[in-house]
């Protein structure tokens, strides 16, 4: 602790910088007066400030350019005033204007995302605390790959720098060690840097863990530790300096543990004196006055000092009221930017070129991606299992890694959450990450990162972040799987606004869809039905198609018709359809077999957006419905589904729309009678279709 410290060092820090950072940290000081003073109308939103944090995030802030990267949390608005955001900017954000530059009053202040050409750019931020270390670290990994790939803007030697800023407290989250553990791993260009106040709202460092950051940290082999007294800008300047020195020429990692008191409160929300028993201690060592006596040990004069800090009072009161003032969103502003538009918009390319020989599924989706690998280099692949030694469990990535090399197919660590949330990190530098989660079973720890972190992205950051991300998810029961091998997740992320999700039933399918989907500027989910990769399972030779050429594309929400009713038992009102996806489009056409003519089936393709123009012409050309879905029915993407047509086509129908899925049950079990027993079947979707006709 320097507290009490009166002697003042030399440094070689220039004086126009000195001043700059006095003229910034009284602005920084000013406007959380200011909140503080107008909290009536200031917390109407939430917000933090960084009142005692100020000297270390400025001394970061000013040191950074225009070609680094920085992920600043809420408690940064210091940071911000550093890289040259205004107090004008941030406060457009506290009161959740029109024109917030970084997400149009979508969301809190200091939760900035900036894709400015000056300044350091800064990927969309939520709020989950520590969830910002898998993206940022994912952010260095691209830089890394596109500096390996040698396809890297050129930055005359002035590499880019990633930094990750996080709360003490926050360091304790799981997700932090995925991160760490791959920028020690393969030595990412990249600053964690920790400001340690020793507060997790209320609760305390000794309530909440074993070590600090910096202990913490020394597990993680290959990350440089650098201690700060955060509270001093001159020795935060310095410090910070080499560290990006380091990070700059080196490319590698390296991890700041910043000492600084908590001198606001927690947010406007949670006041300090509720339950602060130290406030006196954390004052002393306030940076402010222990900036102003070591710049007046400079050579800076009490007036000059004095003189800056009635200008930023001033300023920041102008700015403030000028803030007030400004334009509130309109409601139509909400529905901007949900979706980054896709180039993908019709089917194109040729679908069954002549030839060919049927191929397998998973080949089909093989060779996909080995054109996509081929084609451009800002790709590539990663996932457990995926690199050279097996090409994924599946052989789903065979001979890619040979082909294309260990830095463009490679295998990860078991982190779902870094194989998902690395990705948005990756897109925002112009890679385009193509990634596995092995088993839909253990998609859970990534789901995470995709809800807070990708899904968001776009919308958040008022359209300048999407996040472009291909997700493959082997999915589905095919045979004695047992209860982690087999499961169903769509109607979990179908839940999820924001993402786009395919669930292809043949290899031509796959194919179009994963072009489309790596083509596609949002992210996007793959399910790929394991019982269907080999067409092993009996009725489902059809997945075998032709390859389709290269150029083949299939767009997002776009159904396929599987089979067609005969013309005169539609007429004579004797038809019906089934509307499916997966393993459902096999089940629905060998249960169609025993009524000749009578069954019409869709295949929907993809989930999200589904093709309702398709679904509704198809329920108002037969009247009768039956929706098939692999998951227990209760609460699913499927009855949905069911409860649309209802209500769109209600005049239209001659019965309820009908539903058929699993039993409703928490797994499915390993033993093959009981599987069967639990999943559906041509002989349970017969009944159905049965039940259908003669209603
Ligand atoms: C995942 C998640 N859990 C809980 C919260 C609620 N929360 C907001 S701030 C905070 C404390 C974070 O402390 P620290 O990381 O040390 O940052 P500080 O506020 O001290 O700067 C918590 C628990 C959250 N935002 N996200
Ligand atoms: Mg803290």
Same mark, same amino acid.
């Given at each position: ?43 109407? @939103? ?114 880019? =720098? ?29 600053? @964690? ?86 406030? /006196? ?50 409601? /139509?502003?909400?529905?901007? @930017? ?23 599924? =998973? ?18 692949? @990663? #996932? ?20 294309? #090399? ?18 948005? #990190? ?260 017969? /009944? ?8």
């Amino acid at each position: 602790m320097s507290e009490g410290k009166s002697q003042v060092k030399k440094t070689n820090v220039s004086k126009d910088i000195l001043k700059k950072a006095w003229r910034l940290m009284c602005e920084a000081r000013a406007m959380s007066d200011l909140f503080e003073e107008h909290k009536q109308v200031t917390s109407k @939103y939430v917000h933090a400030c960084s009142r005692g944090h100020e000297a270390v995030q400025l001394a970061l802030g000013l040191q950074l350019k225009p070609q680094d990267w920085v992920a600043p949390y809420y408690r940064d608005d210091s940071i911000l005033l550093g890289i040259g955001m205004t107090p004008y900017d941030c406060m457009l954000q506290l009161l959740a204007k029109r024109d917030d530059p970084f997400s149009g009053g979508r969301t809190y202040y200091s939760h900035p995302s900036l894709k400015d050409d000056d300044k350091p750019k800064i990927p969309h931020q939520s709020s989950a605390t520590g969830m910002q270390a898998i993206p940022t670290t994912g952010v260095a990994m691209g830089v890394q790959y596109l500096e390996k790939q040698k396809i890297a803007e050129d930055f005359n030697g002035q590499n880019p =720098v990633v930094v990750c800023s996080i709360g003490d407290a926050a360091m304790t989250e799981g997700e932090v060690s995925e991160a760490l553990q791959m920028a020690a791993l393969k030595q990412f260009p990249i600053m @964690y840097f920790v400001q340690d106040n020793e507060w997790d709202i209320s609760a305390n460092s000794k309530e909440t863990r074993a070590q600090n950051a910096a202990e913490f940290a020394k597990g993680f082999k290959g990350i440089e530790v650098i201690k700060i007294e955060g509270n001093d800008f001159i020795e935060s300047y310095e410090k910070l300096e080499k560290a990006i020195h380091i990070i700059r020429t080196e490319r590698r990692p390296v991890l700041i543990h910043a000492s600084v008191p908590l001198l606001g409160h927690h947010t406007s929300g949670v006041r300090k004196e509720w339950y602060r028993d130290d406030l /006196e201690e954390h004052e002393k060592r306030d940076p402010l006055p222990k900036f102003r006596e070591t710049l007046l040990g400079l050579d800076l004069t009490e007036k000059e000092l004095e003189e800056i800090q009635n200008k930023a009072i001033e300023s920041v009161q102008e700015q403030y009221d000028k803030a007030t003032e400004a334009e509130d969103p309109k409601p /139509e502003d909400l529905f901007d @930017y949900d979706f980054a538009p896709t180039p993908v918009t019709e089917e194109k390319g040729e679908r069954e070129p002549k030839g060919k020989e049927a191929t397998v599924m =998973v080949d089909s989706a093989l060779f996909a991606v080995r054109e996509i690998l081929s084609k451009h280099p800002e790709a590539l692949l @990663y #996932g457990q299992d995926v690199g050279g030694r097996l090409g994924g469990v599946f052989r789903e990535a065979a001979t890619l890694a040979q082909q294309f #090399g260990d830095d463009r197919v490679f295998n990860t660590p078991i982190q779902e959450a870094f194989i998902i949330g690395s990705t948005v #990190g990756m897109a925002a530098t112009g890679c385009k990450p193509i990634v596995e989660v092995q088993f839909a079973d253990y998609i859970w720890p990534g789901l995470n990162q995709l809800f807070t972190e990708l899904s968001r992205s776009y919308y958040l950051s008022n359209g300048k972040w999407p996040a472009s991300s291909l997700i493959r998810v082997p999915i589905g029961a095919y045979g004695s799987g047992g209860p982690y091998h087999s499961s169903s997740v769509e109607s979990v992320l179908t839940n999820i606004r924001g993402i786009k999700i395919a669930y292809p039933s043949t290899g031509a399918d796959l194919k179009g869809l994963l072009k489309a989907g790596f083509y596609d500027p949002n992210p996007v989910v793959m399910l790929e039905h394991k019982g269907l990769y080999w067409s092993k399972i009996k009725g489902t030779e059809k997945a075998k198609t032709i390859e389709p050429d290269e150029d083949y594309v299939i767009p997002f929400g776009k159904g396929r018709v599987v089979q067609e009713a005969d013309q005169n038992q539609v007429e004579k009102g004797k038809s019906m359809a089934i509307i499916t996806y997966g393993m459902g489009v096999y089940w629905s056409t060998q249960a169609a077999k025993q009524f000749d003519g009578k069954i019409e089936i869709i295949d929907l393709r993809s989930l999200v957006p589904v093709d309702e123009k398709l679904i509704y012409e198809t329920a108002k050309k037969h009247s009768k419905i039956l929706v098939v879905t692999e998951e227990p029915e209760i609460n699913t993407f499927a009855q949905a589904l069911c409860g649309l047509i209802q209500r769109n086509c209600f005049e239209h129908l001659d019965a309820p729309v009908e539903i058929i899925g699993s039993e409703n049950l928490p797994a499915i079990p390993l033993n093959s009678t009981l599987e069967a027993t639990m999943l559906p079947n041509a002989d349970k979707v017969a /009944e159905k279709i049965e039940a259908l006709l003669n209603y």
